[in-house]
Each structure stands twice: as C-alpha cells, then as structure tokens.
C-alpha cells in the first residue's frame, strides 16, 4: 500500500538538497524549480487538509520559508521577470500558509506591474501555469475566466490521439488540468471525453510503470470520480523504495561526478515522490467536480474497402504468411487438420474462420475463464475476439489485462509491427468495446497506414508477404469492429 507519512519523511529527510545556492552553475534551472514544485506541495497540504501540521510538514515549510527569504532569492526574483514563475509560485504558497514576506511581496508585484512577466509569449499550458499562480495568489480577480479561456487553445482541447502523444504531451495535458482545477479545490468545465483520455492515458503509464506520469494522471483523474483508478494507487506502492522516496523514470536526470551524496538519488525522486503525496492528499479531501459538455464530433479517419490482399494472395509465399492470415481467407492449409483444430481449445479462431468458408461445422464452445492476464494473442486465438465468451476468475484481472494490452498496443506502434497493432486492438475490442478511448484511437491511427492501393504499411524496402500479413490483419481487425459497432449493446464482464 502507498504510504504517504513515510514519503513525505523521505521528503523531510532530504529538505536540505532542495536548497538552490548548493548547486553547481549548470544545474540552477533545476534547482530553483525543485523548491518551487516543493513549495506548492506545502500549499496544498494546507489548502487540502485541515488538521496541523505534523514536525515533518513544519520542517518542510521552515525550509521553504527559510529559502525563500534570503536576500539572494528576492533578489533572484526581482533580475529575471521572464522566469516569474521560479520565484512567484514559492511566494503564492507562503501567502497561502501565512508565512508571507512583504519584501518578497513587493518584488512579485513590481514584476508584474511591468506587464512584460504576464505579456511573454507562452505555450497554453505554461500561459494556465502562470494564470494559476494569480489565481491563488489573489493577484488578479479575472484569472479564473482567462484560464478556461486559454484552456480552449491547449492539447488536450483539441481532442489528441491518445497513442500518438509522447510523455511531453501527456505533461502538457495533466498541467492544463492541474491549473483549470486547481488541483480539484475550483469548479470547471471540459467536454465529456476528457475522463477517457485520461483512462486511456493511466493505462498506458501503468503499462510503462511509469510511477511519475500515472501519479499526475492520478491527480487529474480525481475531480472526475474517475472510477479505474486502482491500478494506479498499486504501481504506485509497488515502486515506493523502503525509504518513503517514489523514483521516477529512468534515464530523465544523470549523476554528475561533483553530485554530493545522496543527492542524485533525491534528484531521481524527489519530483515523482511529491507528485504521489499530492494525489494522496487529493483522494482524502473534498474536491469540485468537473462539469461536462457534450464532446465534439472528431473526424476519424476510416479505412476504404479494397480487394487488393486478393489481387496478390496468389504472388506470395504462403509459407511465411501465417496460418492465421491464410485461414482468414479461407485458403487450404496443408497439414491443418480441421478435426484437430476442434479437439485444440487455442484454436478456436482458426477453427472459426474455416467454419466461414464452410471447410467444418463448428459445435458451440464453452466460455473461456482466464486466471491470469493473457497476451492478446492469446485472446485472440481462444475466443476469437467473442465479448461473450470472456470471463475472469477474478474482478482486478480484467484492468490489469486491458493494462497489458494497451502496453502490446504502444510497443507495437513504435515498432510498426502493424500485424501486431491489430492483434492489441482486437483483443482490446473484445474485453472494452468499440468506444474504449484506447480502441477509437488505435483504429484512427492504424486507418492512416493505408496506402493508396488499399494495402497497409509504408516500407522501406518493398516485402510482399509483410505487407499481405499487415493488411489481412487490418482487415480482421476493421470486420471486427463493425460487427461490434452494429450491435451497438453494452459488453458485460463476467467474473
């Protein structure tokens, strides 16, 4: 289980490296922002929770208090209006925990009387980051509307295909919601796709264990109720290290041979640790709703009907295609013994298909009951991507199988191993429907691969036999969801 006192000690243990003049030249930017992110913890813990302090808490805020001012730091501040927002956000959170300084005060809103600091141009997200800290700050009493005005012109406004966006993107989509809710504590409005995306987007970092994006996923997902959330809370228990501290990612910050002791491991943490004792405090306090508006219409490409696997079936090697594809099409598999393939339970979407093309008659099957996560070729191969025969010995097996499916689905993508692609989206077909955001996403991606002959996959050195494997499975896939999208029922989960 996620233990929050344990990491915000870990936090408490290690305040002194969060101190900006310990760090070399090259290494400020990060530093000032460590104790901004630091600061606005603080902030929320008194804003979230009402109750005092514990001596951690007290040690935490003493140390942003105390950094905060120096003469070094106001002076910081009052040099460099363009980085506003690495000294104003520390100022906002004294304020909010009535530890303001009124010459640090003074400086902040010398800064902003100039108009440059409020006038630079900014991405959205980084435009609602700075409308945030008026807001909280009670700088300016039109914040709030210019923040859902901008929010209007930021990514995830724009409806974005979840398996196209990289960790970047998805920053920039929880920091939008960050600031528009005020991390849950002010009402707002965004269309009624949101929670998708972002269930989509959780099943992703979870697959990637990813600790630092699902815990911001985490904390936007909070104002909606946002029912599938506890895949998240265990990713995160299970990366928490004995000390308290919460790692994040891999490979994003390096050690540097003059790093003191501790301080590269701290560096590694400090950010995904703060981010998990934030959404604790969320999930324990009462948060404002988010209200919804219908969701846009979206132009999602669709593939176009051709003939062409038929065209070339007869040019290639059907040894290397695959019994799958080859069955698909109904074409006689030499050693493929339909009376076996109905004794063989892992058959059964061969099996299926040669009962199409009328090769057996094929007797009813029973349900299929998986007590562990399968691969969606598994899935595929023992129900033939059949809702109703899908059942689960146990109600956590089925998220952590979608879990699984959405992390075959990315790796598949980057690879461009589109037969694969298709595999993932079928079976995700199977056990969410056609309007998982996961699977209207992957379809939309995987209709852009079509060629203009009607085939899928753009290579680099032409191979007939791929491209057929690609396409047929597309094909699969695109038969699949329209017979799924003409039902047009509710899938139910079996257990």
Known sequence: MWNEPQAVAWLAAHRSFFDPTLR??????FAKKAIVELALLVAYRHRLDPTPLTPEWLALLDTVD?????????????????????????????????????????????CLATGYATAAERLPYRRMDLLHFLLISGLDPAAGAKLDETYLSTLLAQSPNVVELNDSDVYAITHALFYL??????????????PGILEALLRLAIAERNADLAGELLCCALPYGLANTAAGWTLLADLQQPDGSLPGPAGV????????????????????????????LMAKAPLCSVALTPAPARNV???????????????????????????????????????????????????????????LTLPLYRAVTFSAPPSAADLVALTAGEPERIFWSDPGLREA??????????????????????????????????????????TAWLATQQRRDGSYGYLTVENLE??????????????????ASALAVPLSVHC
């Not at 070399?24 to 930017?29: T, V």
């Not at 001012?69 to 959170?93: C, H, K, S, V």
């Not at 690879?415 to 209207?440: F, K, M, N, Q």
């Open 301 to 359: 490409p669709k593939p176009a009907a051709t003939d062409w696997v038929g065209r070339h079936l007869s040019d290639a090697d059907p040894r290397i295609l695959g019994a799958e594809i080859l069955v698909s099409l109904g074409c006689p598999i030499p050693g493929l013994d339909p009376d076996l393939l109905l004794s063989d339970p892992r058959s059964y979407a061969n099996a299926k298909q040669l009962a199409a093309h009328g090769h």
């Open 66 to 110: 105390e950094i905060a001012g120096r003469p070094a730091y106001i002076e910081a501040a009052a040099r460099d209006p363009r980085a506003l927002l690495l000294y104003a956000l520390t100022f906002a959170a004294l304020r909010i925990c009535g530890r303001e300084n009124p010459d640090f005060a003074h400086v902040v809103e010398q």
């Open 24 to 29: 070399l030249p090259n290494d400020q930017l």
């Open 181 to 194: 809710t005020d991390f849950g504590q002010r009402p707002a409005t965004t269309t009624a796709e949101v």
């Open 401 to 442: 199988t979608i879990i699984g499916f959405a992390g075959e689905l990315r790796r598949a993508i980057r690879a461009y191993h589109l037969h694969e692609v298709s595999t993932a989206l079928r079976a995700l077909l199977a056990v969410v429907g056609p309007e998982d955001r996961l699977v209207v996403d992957g």
């Open 466 to 483: 791929v491209r057929l494997v690609f396409t047929q499975s597309a094909n699969l896939l695109f038969g699949e969801l329209g017979r």
């Open 253 to 280: 910050v390096r050690s540097a041979p003059t790093d003191p002791p501790g301080y590269f491991a701290w560096k590694q943490a400090y950010h995904t640790t703060i981010v998990g004792v934030l959404a604790s």
